[in-house]
């Protein structure tokens, strides 16, 4: 018998929507089948959670121990990492306490990944603003991920099968875009996309990298040239390395649904120019992969969704999406 993968989902911040939706992962005939999942995070704020809508707990709960090991043919199970009080807990509201005990999952889940106790982590949403409280100081996940694991080149994906998109710069302001684009930034980038589609898709994938400006700077017309100084160089260097890339397109048509039946993934600037189409097109299936780290990591594509934590209405499946593509990921 092959024994399945070992994979671990850290909840997410507590009082947004990862405790129902890691409850309704745990439970999932389709994910059981096809890996062992790990729940890194709060039991008592599972059970909390489930008691409240109705769902159950079967997983086996297991101490924060080190090192984690799940014996062959064991089922899922939680690992419990106590870091708040499960009982005063608020759901929907922003916290500080909620804010460290989503980065005390995530470190968890990377320590044991990076130990190889785990084949992958998927993360479920935490929230920035909770962390920020917590003076926890990054960004989001996929910074957290890359300092943690010590990668030395990096970028987020958002995956669905019908829209691909990979991103330059991610958690900056728009004003600072252009200082952060270098020409061996997208060329890293278009690599990692390359490398990364290539190992899902299993061929040599087309890849469309987008402008900056609008127009794609209508030719010095717009913007600062970073199209003729930064992008173009990149995409040219990229096809002298023999990969299949054109650039840059204007992004208003870039995404058409012709374009889009022809490109394995779109190499965006920055987080919105490759975030909007990927959530309206694929919002509920679509995965965030961090490429380029010494461990898989897949993640939901939403938020902690505040307004509709454990209220029943939270669908699982971006996250059971994230765990097949993890489990893919990792063979």
């Known amino acids: 018998m092959i024994k399945k993968p070992v994979i671990a989902v850290t909840m997410g911040d507590p009082a947004g929507v990862g405790p129902e939706i890691c409850l309704r992962v745990l439970s999932c005939r389709e994910v059981l089948d096809s890996c062992t999942p790990v729940v890194f995070g709060h039991a008592g704020v599972l059970r909390r959670c489930a008691e409240l809508l109705g769902l159950e707990l079967t997983a086996a709960v297991v101490s924060n121990r080190e090192p984690f090991v799940v014996a ?52 479920a949403p935490l929230s920035k603003e909770a962390l920020s409280r917590a003076g926890i100081d990054y960004p989001g996940h996929t910074e957290i991920f890359a300092l943690r694991t010590a990668a030395s080149r990096w970028c987020m994906l958002q995956y669905a099968e019908t829209i691909a998109c990979s991103f330059v ?14 020409a061996d930034r997208v060329l890293e980038v278009i690599r990692l996309s390359a490398e990364g589609l290539e190992r899902i898709r299993k061929k040599n ?27 173009a160089p990149a995409v040219a260097a990229a096809r ?31 987080h919105d120019q490759g975030h909007i189409p990927v959530k309206a097109l694929a919002f509920d299936t ?46």
């Not at 968890?108 to 190889?116: G, H, P, T």
């Not at 958690?171 to 270098?182: D, I, K, Q, R, S």
């Open 205 to 231: 994938p087309r890849i469309v990298v987008c402008g900056l400006n609008p127009h794609a700077g209508e030719n010095g017309l717009f913007g600062e040239g970073e199209e003729e100084r930064v992008i």
């Open 72 to 123: 062959e043919g064991e089922g899922a199970a939680v690992v419990d990492i106590p870091t708040l009080d499960a009982n005063a807990l608020v759901p929907g509201q922003i916290d500080s306490q909620t804010g460290r005990a989503s980065y005390e999952y995530v470190q968890r889940a990377i320590e044991a990944a990076l130990r190889r106790e785990v084949s992958a982590v998927v993360t």
């Open 240 to 270: 002298q390395e023999g990969l299949d890339v054109v650039g840059p397109l204007p992004a208003d048509t870039a995404f058409l649904e012709e374009r889009r039946r022809n490109t394995d993934v779109f190499v965006c600037m920055y």
């Open 286 to 331: 679509a995965v965030n992969v961090t490429l380029g780290l010494p461990i898989v990591r897949t993640s939901v594509d939403h938020g902690t969704a505040l307004d509709i934590a454990w209220q029943g209405k939270a669908r699982s499946s971006s996250l059971r999406n994230a765990v097949a593509l993890a489990i893919k990921l990792s063979d």
């Open 169 to 182: 710069t991610v958690h900056v302001g728009y004003a600072e875009v252009p200082e952060f684009l270098t």
